[in-house]
């Protein structure tokens, strides 16, 4: 990503809903471009290789849950970084958040929403995509987190289980590192919303959740444990 204007895709087919998210980013100085369904949507984030996407969960065509996993599929086989993925559901709904986390996306909102809240989330997302580009190249000489069978690369942002890779997303990643710096140590919702997320307040503890679940069905329930009314803990073997 270029220190020019962030590119933002926003695939969305409530024109009311798009037109407002346009404007609200383009008042920010960035570039939105918006499309109204999901085919629309693939092949805008292969031709437009945007720095951010946000993506409705209900579309036209394909679903956004199928959009988001061809974004992720097309980046993994032309070896290219993939946008971060902000989705928009209609419903509150855990089995769908899941659902949305597991197949890539970032963060979620649920409509209807604040349009200042979503600037604030996806300047969340800008800041951890610059923050792996400048990491990356100072981390190379950075030897691998060796965890019983976990091993996390930081520096090629690659995490491995057992010998086999897991692919997560770039959330997914910063929150098991932030688990790994501190193994067996028990982490509390608000701590990870700030030092992942840089969240000030614990509004956001259900991200917490819910990224914490998709970490589980990625790399096996037992590696990182709940402890109620607090937080979590990585529990290598």
């Known amino acids: ?110 409509k209807p929403f604040s349009m200042r809240e979503l600037v604030a989330r996806l300047k969340v997302l800008l800041r951890r995509v610059e923050r792996a580009r400048t990491v990356t190249p100072a981390g190379e000489g950075e030897p691998p987190l060796v965890l019983g069978d976990l091993t996390i690369d930081r520096a090629a942002r690659r995490v491995f289980r057992n010998d086999v890779e897991a692919h997560l997303t770039p959330t997914e990643f910063d929150l098991l590192v932030c688990l790994a710096s501190s193994p067996r140590t028990v982490l509390s919702r608000e701590r990870l919303l700030a030092d992942v997320w840089d969240w000030a307040d614990a509004s956001g503890t259900r991200t917490v959740d819910s990224h914490i679940k998709a970490l589980r069905r990625k790399l096996g329930p037992e590696l990182i444990r709940t402890v109620h009314g607090v937080g979590y803990a990585l529990e290598p073997a």
């Open 1 to 110: 990503m270029s220190s020019s204007a962030p590119v933002v895709l926003v695939v969305e087919d409530e024109p009311e809903i798009a037109t407002q998210i346009v404007r609200r980013l383009e008042a920010e100085g960035w570039t939105a471009h918006t499309v109204g369904d999901g085919p629309a949507g693939v092949e805008a984030a292969t031709t437009l290789r945007p720095d951010l996407v946000v993506l409705d969960v209900m579309l036209p065509g394909i679903d956004g849950l199928e959009v988001c996993r061809r974004i992720q599929a097309q980046g993994a086989a032309e070896g290219r970084p993939v946008p971060p993925v902000l989705m928009l559901t209609a419903r509150d709904d855990e089995t769908d958040l899941l659902v949305g986390l597991g197949v890539g996306a970032d963060d979620y909102m649920t």
